[in-house]
């Protein structure tokens, strides 16, 4: 398997619900990033992990929590969500970090009922 | 007002057309990325210029750093280039907190008709 990959592709959960969201990487990166991505709005960085340590948390609330377990998996937990928190969350990854070119996964469509 | 301009939001365009797709900024930035992003989610990284002009196959992307001011074109379009184009910058200085993370824009959804 190459690139950039996140499971589920699709996921609808009730708003008391935990899940979870994965991303592996298989290009030898230093850098993770989680996005979400809302309809009518641009793309919003939400986690950056850089060698495993994070290094970014854009005011995200607290019901997302990241995992980076090692430099090739990236995880957001997910508890208690609401359903302006349906998107689309994408999962990149880079090199290094700040000055290398990301690649993106397919993403997961979550929606909250 | 956005930090990542891009015009127009929406395009549709006949099946050989050229294309035309903007993007403007207003920060300080080390590096412009263009993406594309088709139905289904995936994004996809076309372009990551700092100056100049770049090329591949039927696109390309030119930027001008005193403008601030950056367009993609496709030559020939063809139904399938239809998807969503982002242009993203990365910032030069202490931006929202950090320095160098994407700032994107809304993006360009273009349709191309057979």
């Known amino acids: 398997e190459t690139g950039v990959t996140q499971t589920p592709r699709h996921l609808v959960m009730g708003m008391t619900n935990k899940k979870s969201l994965k991303c592996e990487q298989h290009?030898?990166?230093?850098?993770m990033y989680w996005y979400k991505q809302s309809a009518k709005k641009p793309l919003e960085l939400m986690f950056v992990?850089?060698?495993?340590?994070?290094?970014e948390n854009n005011s995200v609330p607290s019901r997302f929590s990241p995992e980076c377990p090692n430099s090739s998996h990236l995880f957001l937990h997910l508890h208690t969500l609401q359903p302006e928190d349906s998107a689309l969350y994408l999962c990149?990854?880079?090199?290094?970090?700040?000055?290398?070119?990301?690649?993106f996964g397919p993403g997961t469509r979550l929606t909250v009922t | 007002k956005n930090e990542v301009e891009q015009s127009p939001q929406n395009l549709t365009a006949q099946e050989g057309e050229f294309i035309t797709i903007n993007c403007s900024y207003s920060?300080?930035?080390?590096?412009l990325h263009w993406l594309q992003q088709h139905p289904g989610g995936g994004i996809v990284s076309l372009f990551m210029?700092?100056?100049g002009k770049k090329k591949h196959g039927r696109l390309i992307a030119t930027i001008n750093i005193q403008e601030k001011h950056s367009s993609l074109h496709i030559t020939a379009s063809h139904p399938r280039d239809s998807a969503v184009y982002i242009c993203?910058?990365?910032?030069?200085?202490?931006?929202?907190?950090?320095?160098?993370?994407?700032?994107f824009g809304k993006g360009t959804k273009l349709s191309v008709k057979p």
């Open positions: 990149a990854s880079s090199q290094g970090y700040l000055s290398y070119e990301q690649y």
């Open positions: 290009l030898g990166h230093n850098a």
């Open positions: 992990y850089s060698l495993e340590e994070r290094v």
């Open positions: 920060v300080g930035i080390s590096a």
């Open positions: 210029l700092s100056s």
């Open positions: 993203a910058v990365r910032s030069s200085a202490n931006y929202g907190g950090s320095q160098g993370n994407l700032i």
